[in-house]
């Protein structure tokens, strides 16, 4: 276990702690969870097995491996992060950008129309947000994937631009997915824009970053209170911790439960089933169900209030250990890819779809969001967005 450890500190510093980079992020959030599992603020606390450590850290070498292997194919073709490139500019269409934006405000008011309610608004008028059944079934993952995208072009356009008007648009989606009470995608566009001002701006202060990490953590907490209730009384807390800030108790929950989960998934799958169903989360729900592809596999929760066992634990049910390091290769090797494009090429296309790939890498310690059509459709729009809003014009050097 202290091997472990080292192992992922040497990493932390041998990338200079660069938040932006993709490995840094997986190294770290994954530092935490094994940092969680020392300590028991939970009456619920247990010992994680150490074959559990193993494919954790299994996991994390095949995805550094995978990265390795990328910039190894860069140099082979005599490329670098310094080479020269002819340098580029890009006419922004703001025609084809308002009438992508006026169809997120045409399906956002469709949702609510349909759903005959607004989630925020019906929990403080009732009690009840029925955020769960909110939106037009079948679709809302595509929508939500649409807004998301939507929002962090229009942060993009405000970075290069400086038009507060994008800024502003990108607030109001912001504030759409705040009435709509969808965590998942506030947290989105929080940590896409950041990664997009990283990569922009090419500067990232400890203290924003710091700064960033507080706020998203109690907005995490507040929003996680009001859906689920006191964390406290969720986890068993132990009486000796009960000072400590209901963030922390949410950190531990989402890093700590779900290495758990994992664990347990680990310790009663004899063998994985193949069946596909790590994928089926790429299809919408009204096609599952019409073709009846719905899988109920046993998931071992610890606690039924944590659902979530990590990324890899439907890839293991699915997989298995050897399909779950070939993953690990493919998601190192393309998120890699794709940071590297976003020096590059340096355009909305590859810093976009960068900082989709990143989020899933950083929330990995929660679910599977590679496979998470939510989460990763963002990509097919805002390649959409980059075709149709960016009209490039490469100049030669004299």
Excluded at 74 to 102: D, G, H, M, V, W
Aim: proline residues 2%; hydrophobic residues 50%.
């Amino acid at each position: 276990m202290i091997y472990l450890y080292l192992f992922i500190i040497l990493v932390l510093v041998y990338y200079k702690f660069n938040v932006i980079n993709h490995i840094v992020i997986l190294y770290f959030v994954w530092f935490l969870i094994l940092l969680f599992s020392f300590f028991e603020l939970s009456e619920l606390h247990i010992k994680i097995d150490d074959y559990t450590y193993f494919v954790i850290a299994l996991f994390l070498l095949t995805y550094l491996i995978g990265s390795f292997l990328y910039r190894l194919k860069l140099k082979l073709r005599n490329n670098s992060f310094n080479r020269e490139e002819p340098a580029t500019q890009y006419i922004i269409s703001y025609k084809s950008y308002i009438y992508f934006y006026l169809l997120f405000l045409i399906l956002t008011i469709l949702n609510v129309i349909i759903a005959g309610y607004v989630p925020l608004i019906s929990m403080i008028l009732t009690g009840d947000s029925g955020y769960g059944t909110f939106g037009i079934s079948g679709l809302y993952g595509f929508y939500l994937a649409y807004s998301t995208a939507i929002g962090i072009l229009s942060y993009y356009l405000y970075l290069v631009s400086s038009s507060r008007k994008y800024l502003y648009m990108y607030l109001i989606v912001f504030f759409v997915m705040i009435l709509f009470i969808t965590r998942q995608n506030i947290i989105v566009l929080l940590v896409e824009p950041f990664v997009l001002y990283g990569l922009v701006k090419n500067k990232i202060s400890n203290f924003k970053v710091i700064l960033g990490i507080v706020g998203v953590l109690f907005l995490f907490s507040f929003i996680g209170e009001m859906r689920s209730g006191d964390i406290k009384e969720i986890i068993k807390a132990k009486d000796e911790y009960q000072s400590l800030p209901s963030f922390v108790f949410w950190l531990y929950g989402y890093n700590y439960f779900s290495a758990l989960n994992l664990n347990n998934i680990f310790l009663n799958t004899i063998n994985p089933y193949f069946d596909g169903s790590s994928f089926s989360s790429l299809i919408p729900n009204f096609i599952r169900n019409i073709i009846g592809l719905n899988f109920e596999h046993e998931y071992f929760l610890h606690n039924p209030n944590f659902n979530v066992s990590t990324a890899l634990a439907t890839l293991y049910l699915d997989i298995g250990l050897y399909g779950l390091i070939i993953l690990g290769l493919i998601f190192g090797y393309y998120t890699a890819k794709y940071y590297s494009l976003s020096k590059i090429q340096n355009n909305f296309n590859a810093i976009g779809i960068y900082s989709v790939l990143y989020f899933c890498t950083l929330f990995s310690f929660f679910t599977n969001y590679w496979f998470y059509l939510p989460i990763i459709f963002q990509i097919f729009f805002i390649s959409i967005f980059s075709k149709f809003i960016f009209k490039r014009r490469s100049l030669s050097y004299v």
